[in-house]
């Protein structure tokens, strides 16, 4: 069983709404990452946080907001969300975000946006 | 930027057949290399990884992969396929070029994996 635990398994949000995705991990993993998988494509980084900081962000638009409050969970707020950001959420971890490190993946929060 | 190749979108395989899946990658330093699965309706899962060392690894469920440098590529491998290996397979890499390429895999396109009984 996955050790990053992803919640909720699926949300369906109005385009005007604001919700939020949420990760927890306890292997004392001080990098988390966020990814999006659409539909019969490979998952896409979207953001990384190393020790509770900010490290990546691959040009996203503001609608999706990053929060890490503490070294175990990662948090992902929604708003204004446009219907082609339907897509399967990935919430990652890793021993911290420096080279050789194996990257594990929760079993993702199903977002559609309608 | 690195980029991912797998060659093929779906292989369709009988069980107790070989499988052979092609990777290649375009980046021309360090990389970290690994494949994952995933299963129908389920999160991707680690199958094996290569850091450095012998470019033979092993991985989980009789799975292999071979990192040869000079031809770029990191294929995956099984001598004889169940049913229950039907799944899509990612390879994917983190190149190691400096400090914001930390943590950030690339993934190939994805190949699905069809064994029949």
């Known amino acids: 069983d996955t050790e990053v635990t992803q919640t909720p398994k699926h949300l369906v949000m109005g385009m005007t709404n604001k919700k939020s995705l949420k990760c927890e991990q306890h292997?004392?993993?001080?990098?988390m990452y966020w990814y999006k998988q659409k539909a019969k494509k490979p998952p896409e980084l979207m953001f990384v946080?190393?020790?509770?900081?900010?490290?990546i962000n691959e040009s996203v638009p503001s609608r999706f907001s990053p929060e890490c409050p503490n070294s175990s969970l990662l948090n992902l707020h929604l708003h204004a969300l446009q219907p082609e950001d339907s897509a399967l959420y990935l919430c990652?971890?890793?021993?911290?975000?420096?080279?050789?490190?194996?990257?594990?993946f929760g079993e993702g929060s199903w977002l559609t946006v309608v | 930027a690195q980029s991912v190749s797998q060659h093929n979108h779906h292989v369709i395989l009988s069980e107790a057949a070989s499988l052979e899946l092609g990777c290649n990658y375009s980046?021309?330093?360090?990389?970290?290399l690994f494949w994952y699965v995933q299963y129908p309706g389920q999160h991707l899962q680690l199958l094996l990884k290569?850091?450095?060392?012998?470019?033979l690894v092993k991985g989980i469920k009789g799975f292999e992969a071979e990192f040869i440098k000079s031809k770029f590529s990191f294929n995956l491998r099984k001598p004889s396929v169940q049913w229950s290996d039907t799944a899509e397979y990612f390879c994917?890499?983190?190149?190691?070029?400096?400090?914001?390429?930390?943590?950030?895999?690339?993934f190939g396109q994805g190949t699905i994996l069809t064994v029949h009984p």
């Open positions: 990652a971890s890793s021993q911290t975000g420096q080279a050789v490190n194996t990257i594990y």
């Open positions: 292997m004392g993993h001080r990098a």
């Open positions: 946080y190393s020790y509770e900081k900010l490290s």
């Open positions: 980046y021309g330093g360090t990389v970290n």
């Open positions: 290569y850091f450095s060392g012998d470019p």
């Open positions: 994917a890499v983190n190149a190691l070029g400096g400090g914001t390429s930390y943590g950030k895999l690339t």
